[in-house]
């Protein structure tokens, strides 16, 4: 029998597939799963989450930002933000009137990304931002949502 | 000369406290001449900081201009030979020597435009997705290259490439990608950007680890 976590392996695996993504929407609706909106926009918008890796010290968290395979270099994907600003608003409150395009590990994670008696930092995986993300596309409004599936929705 | 420039936005003390804790001590240290402006994008005039910098504290009338137009004012009002920024609200100094870390790539080298906290960068193509900056991909379109921009929060930059360079004025562009945009301008200006090691500038985070850092600018600090 398939399970989720039989689709996050083919997703962890080839996180650009967004076929998969669209089939794990349709077998998360059939167990009446919130999440099943969300995946299905990630897959009808064909993105998905980019670990920006640093290899400087001083960055101590991972930036996760939702590519579209456009800009790469080098065969790697650089930086993009391709969630709708609507989306964004909702899964990173605005700081300062500024519009958000890149998730943190903390944002996922929560107070457990710092442990303050070890000193660690714990970093979050692809599935982990995806139902991060997805969840918060079940608290956008229909209209915003369907601006989204439309393509009409305003990027930052 | 350094020509320091805060922005104050509702935070009179904050602004007080980088000025007389974190810039002074740090300015006096390089041991150059060295003005400031404060540039007050609050509603109301702030007496309080405009007993602390007379003539030097610019309120603008109520009206917020935001980050890169403020910038671009203060630059044109006093001649210098380079600007200093740090956010007025978040920050700390953690050692008097960290200006001069930031002015000693620019005295050496006289094609450095602009120093800080190198990071990498969406692209030009990421920042045309934003509505009203379609302009940007083929002003600032790269043959190669990964991008990488001097992060904002705190960075000093040559005066007379920022008053060559000044921060686009469109509405999508005076506080979101500003630090991108004019990183790319002084690029294909013909200036480099240059990382300095010792200063840390993140957004919507907080740096835990202190060690050998002499000023950060994250969530954390103020």
């Given amino acids: 029998m398939t399970t989720e976590d039989d689709f996050q392996k083919q997703l962890d695996a080839d996180p650009t597939d967004w076929m998969t993504r669209g089939v794990l ?8 799963d919130p999440r099943a909106a969300g995946y299905r926009a990630l897959s009808m918008l064909q993105v998905w989450p980019n670990r920006w890796s640093s ?3 001083r960055m101590e968290e991972e930036q996760w930002l939702f590519h579209d395979g456009r800009g790469t270099h080098g065969g790697v994907p650089i930086r993009e933000g391709v969630l709708p600003t609507a989306w964004m608003r909702v899964l990173v409150p605005s700081q300062d009137g500024d ?57 930052v | 000369m350094i020509h320091a ?18 810039l002074v001590p740090a300015l ?23 007993a602390a910098f007379k003539a030097d504290y610019l309120w603008q009338e109520g009206e917020n201009r935001q980050y890169g137009p403020s910038i671009n004012i203060a630059v044109a009002r006093i001649p210098s030979d380079f600007i200093l920024y740090a956010c007025s609200r978040h920050g700390q100094a953690f050692d008097p020597s960290w200006v001069q870390d930031l002015l000693t790539p620019m005295q050496t080298d006289p094609t450095v ?47 007379e490439t920022m008053l060559k360079f000044p921060y ?5 562009l005076a506080h979101l990608y500003t630090d991108h945009v004019i990183t790319w301008a002084m690029e294909k200006g013909g200036y480099r950007v240059v990382d300095v090691p010792t200063i840390c500038s993140v957004w919507r985070s907080t740096v835990h680890q202190t060690n050998g850092l002499k000023y950060i600018h994250d969530d954390a600090h103020s």
């Fill in chain 1, 99 to 155: 519009a958000c395009l890149m998730i943190l590990d903390h944002d996922v994670l929560g107070e457990s990304w710092y442990d303050k008696d070890t000193g660690t930092y714990s970093t979050a995986t692809r599935r982990q931002v995806e139902d991060f993300a997805v969840l918060g596309f079940s608290k956008l409004t229909p209209s915003q949502q369907s601006d989204i599936l439309n393509g009409i929705a305003v990027f």
């Fill in chain 2, 113 to 159: 435009g602009m120093c800080g906290f190198l990071m990498g960068s969406n692209s030009p193509e990421g920042v045309a997705h934003v509505t009203g900056c379609e302009w940007v991909k083929e002003k600032y379109r790269f043959e190669d290259g990964v991008h990488q921009h001097v992060q904002g929060g705190v960075f000093m930059a040559r005066t």
């Fill in chain 1, 25 to 32: 929407a349709d077998w998360l609706d059939e167990h009446d």
């Fill in chain 2, 168 to 172: 686009p004025s469109e509405p999508a």
């Fill in chain 2, 28 to 50: 006096i240290h390089t041991g150059l001449p060295y003005r400031v402006t404060v540039i007050d994008n609050s509603a109301a005039h702030n007496p309080t900081l405009a």
């Fill in chain 2, 5 to 22: 420039v805060l922005i104050a936005f509702n935070n009179p003390d904050q602004t007080l406290r980088r000025w007389n804790r974190d």
């Fill in chain 1, 55 to 57: 290899s400087d010290s």
